[in-house]
């Protein structure tokens, strides 16, 4: 059966201030696959994220999610995308209590919200630690908790900026995962960034390598382990 297309790209470009920082990406994303974008600082992954997403405006070039144009303005297309970047909690607050909060933005109705932070407090191993202040957590406490506010809507695409950084290996292995799960059990399309190159080959079906705003390297996993090339050598 031929995997349906949920994300393309078309020439897209973003600048700040006439300093260029995407000039030309175009890439393709089928759905139920995991796409791992790396690059040295400055080569543009977050921009690329947060276009995505709705958070940069001013771009040219076209994003299509699921086959439609995505547009700043379509809150139906973008509560099916959920995202770890730039999070921010409410620290004094509960992690049940944050979930609840951004929940109620959601027009669900009050049973089925309470019910999915339920099982999303369960499934990223939060449920003995609900009802707790955000500022007493971890740092791989509130990347779980970013984890499960990404999740609120079931989204079919998921993006994330960094998600392993300042992770303990367990926190690490946790992660890689909850995110495998995701993607085999629900069929959810995940972009993320990471300096991990092993996070990147554990997880990635398809790979992007981005240098100074355009895609150096396309390909999928298995192509660049079949080459011999060395990562290292495709990011210099």
């Known amino acids: ?3 349906k297309e949920i994300l393309r790209i078309e020439h897209l470009q973003k600048g700040y201030r006439n300093h260029p920082v995407l000039t030309d990406v175009s890439f393709s994303l089928k759905q139920g696959h995991i796409l791992g974008l790396i690059g040295k600082n400055g080569a543009g992954k977050t921009t690329l994220m ?4 709705g958070l940069n405006t001013g771009y040219t070039g076209q ?12 809150s139906a297309l ?12 409410y620290e004094d607050m509960t992690a049940r209590r944050n979930l609840k909060l951004l929940a109620s933005l959601s027009g669900l109705s009050h049973e089925i919200r309470a019910k999915r932070i339920r099982e999303l407090l369960d499934f990223v191993g939060l449920t003995s630690s609900a009802d707790k202040n955000v500022r007493t957590f971890s740092f791989g406490m509130k990347q779980r908790l970013a984890l499960a506010q990404s999740l609120l809507t079931n989204p079919d695409l998921l993006i994330l900026d960094e998600p392993f950084v300042g992770l303990d290996p367990v926190g690490i292995e ?10 085999r059990e629900q069929n959810t399309s995940i972009i993320f960034s990471s300096h991990q190159l092993n996070e990147v080959c554990d997880l990635a079906d398809d790979i992007i390598i981005l240098s100074e ?8 996993y298995r192509n660049l382990e079949n080459s011999g090339v060395s990562f290292i050598d495709l990011l210099r």
């Open 50 to 53: 947060k276009s995505i997403l």
């Open 174 to 183: 946790d992660t890689k995962h909850l995110l495998l799960t995701l993607c």
């Open 1 to 3: 059966m031929k995997e």
């Open 63 to 74: 994003i299509r999610f699921f086959g439609k144009l995505l547009c700043s303005g379509d």
């Open 213 to 220: 705003g355009c895609i150096k390297v396309s390909d999928t």
């Open 78 to 89: 973008r509560e099916r995308t959920g995202s770890l970047v730039d999070v921010v909690f």
